[in-house]
T-cell receptor, first 113, second 115 residues
Framework: DAGITQSPRYKITETGRQVTLMCHQTWSHSYMFWYRQDLGHGLRLIYYSAAADITDKGEVPDGYVVSRSKTENFPLTLESATRSQTSVYFC????????????FGSGTRLTVV | DQQVKQNSPSLSVQEGRISILNCDYTNSMFDYFLWYKKYPAEGPTFLISISSIKDKNEDGRFTVFLNKSAKHLSLHIVPSQPGDSAVYFCAASGWGSSNTGKLIFGQGTTLQVKP
């Protein structure tokens, strides 16, 4: 199916564990993004990527790692999960220059206990 | 430093009336502004946008106004319908070297339209 998909939809993990959230898009969009949504903070950018093998930090990158070996995939890894990383995570993509409208995935609700 | 601010966490209006959602920004390099709508358990979806060279953009019941001198934009929904009840995010972007197309979002405003 065409679109942008995130997996898993829900995840519970323990403090200190490593967890990876997956994001896959089928449009061959150049740009991909990871945001987290928290009450009172809205959507905050964690990391973004302008193309395969090109990534850069957003507003709140600490504790997260990304990679982008293929254009269509942009996984987000929490190396050692903390309770403050409990949040809803959204992946998005866009075509790049001139394309300001992002398309978002349905989100992953992550709970760190 | 919050570059995009939505100072009203919530708004409640009657069906058929006008809903006005507000957004302020601080970065004068922003040149494109967007509104996204988000229902529970779904990702945000694009609603309407405006370029900094315009002061108004209309799409059906939705109109966005931009006041560059005040660094303020607003979203008007007329008439409001119960299905408009959602969280609305304001976002700003610029393709200058410091922004590289990133969207910076506000905190969101939860709109409730009462039947």
């Amino acid at each position: 199916d065409a679109g942008i998909t995130q997996s898993p939809r829900y995840k519970i993990t323990e403090t200190g564990r490593q967890v990876t959230l997956m994001c896959h898009q089928t449009w061959s969009h150049s740009y991909m993004f990871w945001y987290r949504q928290d009450l009172g903070h809205g959507l905050r950018l964690i990391y973004y990527s302008a193309a395969a093998d090109i990534t850069d930090k957003g507003e709140v990158p600490d504790g997260y790692v990304v990679s982008r070996s293929k254009t269509e995939n942009f996984p987000l890894t929490l190396e050692s999960a903390t309770r403050s990383q409990t949040s809803v995570y959204f992946c998005a993509s866009s075509g790049g220059q001139g394309d300001y409208g992002y398309t978002f995935g349905s989100g992953t609700r992550l709970t760190v206990v | 430093d919050q570059q995009v601010k939505q100072n009203s966490p919530s708004l409640s209006v009657q069906e058929g009336r006008i809903s006005i959602l507000n957004c302020d920004y601080t970065n004068s390099m922003f040149d494109y502004f967007l509104w996204y709508k988000k229902y529970p358990a779904e990702g945000p979806t694009f609603l309407i946008s405006i370029s900094s060279i315009k002061d108004k953009n209309e799409d059906g019941r939705f109109t966005v106004f931009l006041n560059k001198s005040a660094k303020h934009l607003s979203l008007h929904i007329v008439p409001s319908q119960p299905g408009d009840s959602a969280v609305y995010f304001c976002a700003a972007s610029g393709w200058g070297s410091s922004n590289t197309g990133k969207l910076i979002f506000g905190q969101g405003t939860t709109l409730q339209v009462k039947p």
